[in-house]
């Protein structure tokens, strides 16, 4: 008799576990708290750019150093070390330089997740959201882990993201003063190649589907390239001029021009010293 009750204590704890094993595959815990992950989305139309120029320094820390993009100044910068720094956003882009100018530079991009600048954010595009999250865990980028056991989310692991609603037409760059031996305003799209996307993901206008992004093996380098995809404006993108113009050093501005899908055209300037 004992050993049958042992024998059914057995048989019946087998039964216990696989109900739960069950259990866990029908109703596995979603991707996102998993990882220990959660995006905040900033879905933005593009009405405005801003544009600055740039390059990688090492920078100095009280017990380190670390390298960094920064704004280039009267200085000027050696042509091939120059990075064309642009940032997309809705009318309340325009603030970050009115009342930011002091942390002029990459820390724009950090400033525009506050939240006194959501309340131009456009409607979200929660498929779309789906594939930016899951293209950014499933290409391996490491995410930042639960501090605790509590279900509530800590700040810490709300990660900003942005994307843009507003579909590209056209993209120009042109500087007003004679470069690579062309006259002012003509387009100079195929000296420059593309150094970064933050974040790392092209959209499709047409679709509004991902096309490109983090698990992606080819690269898009050509401004010709990424005008073919039909994109969605990009959220910050950097290019870097892929030949030394003959006529450095110049001092000259820089014109972007960004043509939405709806026509409309944005712009923007900066100036530089290129040695």
Not at 145 to 167: C, D, F, H
Request: proline share 6%; aromatic share 10%; with cysteine.
């Amino acid at each position: 008799m004992n050993a049958r009750m042992k024998l059914f204590g057995a048989l019946a704890l087998l039964f216990m576990l696989g109900i739960s094993a069950c259990n866990s595959k029908a109703n596995p815990p979603e991707p996102d708290r998993m990882e220990g992950l959660f995006f905040r989305y900033f879905p933005r139309e593009c009405t405005r750019i801003l544009t600055l120029p740039m390059e990688t320094r090492r920078q100095a820390a009280p017990s380190s150093s670390y390298y960094g993009d920064v704004v280039v100044g009267e200085e000027g910068v050696e042509a091939r070390k120059f990075l064309y720094w642009l940032m997309t956003g809705a009318g309340d882009l325009d603030s970050l330089e009115l009342h930011y100018s002091e942390l002029r530079g990459r820390l724009y991009e950090e400033i525009y997740h506050r939240d006194h600048f959501r309340a131009e954010l456009a409607p979200n595009i929660t498929p779309l959201e789906s594939q930016l999250f899951d293209d950014y865990r499933l290409a391996g980028v490491k995410s930042r882990r639960m501090q605790s056991s509590s279900s509530m989310i800590p700040e810490a692991n709300l990660k900003p993201w942005e994307y843009r609603v507003t579909g590209v037409k056209d993209f120009k760059i042109m500087a007003l003063t004679p470069l690579f031996g062309l006259p002012a305003e003509t387009s100079l799209n195929h000296f420059f190649t593309f150094h970064e996307f933050k974040p790392k993901q092209i959209i499709s206008h047409e679709s509004k589907r991902l096309v490109w992004g983090y698990r992606s093996q080819d690269r898009v380098t050509s401004i010709a390239q990424w005008l073919s995809m039909r994109p969605m404006a990009q959220p910050v993108m950097m290019l870097r001029l892929n030949t030394v113009p003959q006529e450095v050093p110049v001092k000259t501005r820089f014109v972007t021009v960004l043509t939405t899908t709806e026509g409309k055209e944005l712009r923007d300037t900066l100036q530089v010293l290129l040695k």
